[in-house]
């Protein structure tokens, strides 16, 4: 069995911070992991990524605020989210590369919502 259990989402005031968690089982070996952001009406965007060698991507929009971290290689991957805004506002998903029964497969988790309000 492959999933991805993901959780931290939440209610915030603008300019706090959350931390979204996002732990892959069942791969033999996690290639990257990313979390994308989607509201009501609009495609789901990026927002930040991380790859087994550690190297780091995130979008415009979140540059400077959000941090994405890995912990015990790629089990468990975190996004902290500072300084919040309500454009943030959205259903986080994370999504990984999983390598299994010798092929590459998608994976994503079923999402946590984070609402950012004045």
């Known amino acids: 069995q492959v999933h991805l259990q993901e959780s931290g989402g939440g209610s915030v005031q603008a300019g706090g911070s959350r931390r979204l968690s996002c732990v892959a089982s069942g791969c033999v070996y996690t290639w990257d992991m990313s979390w994308y952001r989607q509201t009501p009406g609009k495609e789901r965007e990026f927002v930040s990524s991380?790859?087994?060698?550690?190297?780091?991507t995130y979008a415009d929009s979140v540059q400077g605020r959000f941090t994405i971290s890995q912990e015990n290689g790629m089990d468990t991957v975190y996004l902290q989210m500072d300084n919040l805004k309500i454009e943030d506002t959205a259903m986080y998903y994370c999504k990984a590369t999983c390598h299994r029964r010798g092929t590459n497969h998608t994976i994503w988790g079923q999402g946590n919502q984070v609402t950012v309000s004045s």
């Open positions: 991380i790859n087994n060698i550690g190297s780091t």
